[in-house]
């Protein structure tokens, strides 16, 4: 039996938590919920969650973008410090213990926003953050893999961009749905922009790419991950997953810019490309491929596509109880 631990209750946490119970029922899995009274912060309580686990799930983080520039020594303690302590205690260990560390498309930053697009980010790619958030995703994650840089495969890395799922109310996709189910009846248009490229991440590949790595089918690295495509040549715009999004459920969308939809200087600055390539994610589990589902005697591969028309059913389905 493993002893599981997840660490954050918002909306991966919850699907994390979700999906594992399911899983993985001969494992004991927990959770440390903030809402509980639980500090990811407090050393002696890290120190405890390390000594009754196996494997460590981080998906504790200051999401907020814009929050991020106003309370920095929040974001610097949740997302650079707290995950450094953690790889730290683990790594005192020997490697008997493990950590999946979910860090963000965020630490690429503008790196590739010349090719915004036309190219997708691999791994490699250089980190040039463009704001707080970012910044301090980038240090956590820079800080974890050093800490654990002897650890062999005890470490699990995970860039998703743009994540969505049944229990996040606050994701680009789920408010792009609430809002354009508000439209129908409030007829005013929902304000999408057109020069942000991205392929949203459903938290279910997340958590199913994590699954993986507890039962050692796959190693130890740094991956982006996403879904994919009905056509994987093809770059996404916001627009582009918000007009699909739209054919499903009906509304009213406008096509906008950056810096139409948002004065400048105000919140956070944004890169323009998340586009992300998962090749090096593909290549490593080639052989157990998580995107995959049973249809009859047929396989289909997950897209985007899929999981969003899954969302949009339950959140339907959801308003008409």
């Excluded at 690429?108 to 958030?133: H, Q, R, V």
């Excluded at 994987?232 to 739209?246: G, L, M």
């Excluded at 139409?260 to 890169?271: F, K, P, S, W």
Aim: with cysteine; aromatic share 8%.
């Amino acid at each position: 039996m493993k002893r599981i631990s997840i660490i954050g209750y918002g909306q991966l946490g919850k699907e994390c938590f979700a999906t594992l119970r399911r899983t993985h029922l001969q494992d004991s899995v927990m959770v440390y919920r903030h809402d509980a009274g639980f500090d990811a912060t407090d050393e002696k309580t890290l120190d405890s969650i390390v000594e009754l686990s196996d494997v460590v799930i981080n998906c504790a983080a200051m999401t907020d973008v814009n929050a991020c520039e106003t309370d920095m020594k929040k974001a610097i303690d949740i997302n650079y410090l707290m995950p450094k302590k953690l790889a730290k205690r683990i790594k005192s260990h020997l490697g008997n213990k493990r950590l999946v560390h979910i860090s963000t498309d965020f630490v690429y930053g503008t790196s590739m926003d010349d090719k915004a697009g036309m190219s997708l980010i691999d791994e490699p790619c250089d980190l040039n953050p463009c704001n707080f958030y970012g910044k301090t995703k980038a240090y956590g994650e820079e800080a974890v893999i050093d800490e654990m840089k002897y650890c062999e495969n005890s470490l699990l890395v995970l860039r998703p961009s743009y994540l969505f799922g049944e229990y996040g109310t606050n994701s680009f996709v789920r408010r792009t749905i609430d809002a354009l189910l508000a439209s129908r009846i409030n007829k005013i248009s929902v304000k999408v922009v057109n020069d942000q490229f991205i392929y949203p991440t459903s938290c279910s590949d997340v958590c199913n790419v994590i699954s993986m790595f507890i039962d050692h089918k796959m190693s130890g690295d740094i991956y982006n991950v996403r879904c994919l495509d009905a056509e994987e040549n093809k770059i996404r715009s916001k627009y582009d997953i918000a007009k699909y999004i739209q054919s499903l459920i009906g509304g009213e969308l406008e096509e906008t810019s950056t810096s139409e939809l948002y004065n400048e200087g105000t919140g956070a600055v944004r890169q323009k490309n998340s586009a992300l390539s998962v090749y090096r994610l593909m290549n490593s589990i080639s052989k157990y491929n998580y995107y995959e589902r049973s249809q009859g005697d047929k396989q289909k591969l997950f897209t985007w596509q899929d999981r969003i028309e899954h969302i949009c059913r339950s959140v339907v389905d959801k308003k008409c109880d």
